[in-house]
């Protein structure tokens, strides 16, 4: 996005990637399908050590300059939940709108070039694996170390701690969690593959969506969401009956169907074999005219908030995104460019503004990208 900027302004760009091919996280996204931005992008979607940096860049280029683009070039979307817009004619198509792009403004590609070290004096000099480059402009856009197995690294932030620029260290976000092998054991055996509409909450901060229960622990939506909050050693608080107070639905069932046992309404409204695990490991099992109004109260508090707490992540090797990356302190939110460097510019994942999940990160990809583009 900021090559095709910057040639759009005549500048002569050289794209680099150590990759294969460009834009392989955009090939693996949304099972192929790329969700490549989201209908209700706001600030609140992102985080960051200042909340605000990333306005300035959003409201320039925002989700409907993305879908013109995308239109322009034939392409359609379909949209899912909470407003996530997928490429209808698979992610590729993208890849190939943006390389088409940069071919008519004249950028030239090199790829499999790796970028292994810089130095700066009255220009930039790289030394690659295809030998030795010098530009008066830098643009670093090489993500984060998220899934290291494609090649992800941290090298943003080598580049951004060289040149001096403060860093907020990066860590693993949108990420299943684990859990202990006597948890696992006592909890989540058998129980693999359920899946269920949830309310997670964790420091503040709560997403309702689908959770899956894996062998290894929690992943789905809602666990990913709320994991970019969670830090080691923080219990997370779920909501099994988020639609309703729990307490106060056992209590009315409790004066109209006084023999059922505790499972069986449960079964009800959750997946058959988690209220048996629920009711078994905690809350018990009787009919429920057996409970007094305290027992139901406690009962109640548990279901709209089973508090449980993960060992850990599953890390970057998992990770959809990677949190932290270049301290935004150290940037201009209208260009992108260090305040103390001019001439270079971060953008995109490297730098710490980690979008939920949903396309925000890659609307946030395009519109630091073209940000910078206007000014590099
Ligand atoms: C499995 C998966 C699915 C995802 N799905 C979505 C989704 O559906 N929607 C969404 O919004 N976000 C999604 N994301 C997140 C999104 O892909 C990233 O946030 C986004 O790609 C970041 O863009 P970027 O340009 O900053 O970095 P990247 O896309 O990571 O690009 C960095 C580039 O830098 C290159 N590079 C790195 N080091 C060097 C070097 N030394 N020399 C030369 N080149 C180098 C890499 O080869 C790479 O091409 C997904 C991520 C993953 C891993």
């Known amino acids: 996005m900021c090559a095709i900027e910057a040639g759009l302004r005549n500048r002569r760009v050289l794209l680099l990637d150590k990759a294969k091919k460009a834009g392989s996280k955009i090939r693996i996204s949304g099972g192929g399908k790329s969700n490549f931005t989201n209908l209700y992008v ?55 709108m943006l390389l088409g792009h940069c071919h008519e403004v004249g950028v030239k590609l090199l790829i499999q070039c790796d970028v292994l070290s810089i130095t700066h004096a009255d220009a930039f000099f790289l030394n690659t694996s295809k030998g030795k480059i010098s530009c008066d402009s830098l643009v670093v856009a090489t993500g984060g170390p998220s899934i290291p197995r494609m090649g992800s690294t941290d090298l943003g932030v080598q580049i951004a701690r060289q040149f001096g620029l403060a860093n907020i260290p990066f860590r693993p976000a949108l990420v299943p969690f684990i859990f202990s092998s006597d948890f696992l054991k006592q909890w989540f055996q058998d ?9 997670v909450s964790c420091n503040e901060v709560s997403f309702r969506e689908q959770m899956l229960i894996t062998h290894r622990g929690l992943s789905g939506p809602v666990i990913l969401q709320i994991s970019s909050y969670w830090e080691k050693g923080d219990v997370i608080e779920i909501d099994v009956l988020p639609e309703i107070d729990a307490a106060d639905w056992l209590l009315e069932l409790r004066n109209t169907n006084t023999r059922s046992e505790l499972k069986t309404v449960l079964s009800e409204k959750i997946p058959k074999r988690l209220a048996q695990r629920l009711c078994h490991n905690q809350l018990g099992s009787q009919p429920l005219n057996r409970y007094s109004n305290q027992d139901i ?5 548990i279901l709209n908030g089973w508090k ?12 959809e995104v990677s949190a932290g990356g270049v301290n935004t302190d150290g940037l201009s939110s209208k260009t992108m460019q260090s305040k103390q460097v001019p001439g270079l510019f971060f953008i995109g994942e490297t730098v710490d503004v980690t979008g939920h999940l ?18 590099v």
């Open 308 to 319: 449980i707490k993960p060992s850990g992540t599953e890390g970057m090797r998992t990770a």
């Open 191 to 199: 129980l693999s593959g359920i899946s269920l509409d949830v309310r």
């Open 42 to 96: 706001t600030p609140e979607n992102f985080l960051s050590n200042n909340p605000h940096f990333c306005k300035s860049a959003l409201s320039r280029y925002s989700q409907w300059d993305f879908m013109n683009l995308m239109s322009q070039a034939g392409l359609t979307w379909e949209e899912r939940s909470h407003g996530q817009l997928f490429c209808e004619q698979g992610a590729q198509a993208i890849i190939d």
């Open 297 to 301: 109260m406690k009962i109640g508090s």
């Open 358 to 375: 949903g396309g925000f990160n890659f609307q946030w990809a395009w519109s630091s990208g073209w940000c910078a583009g206007q000014y």
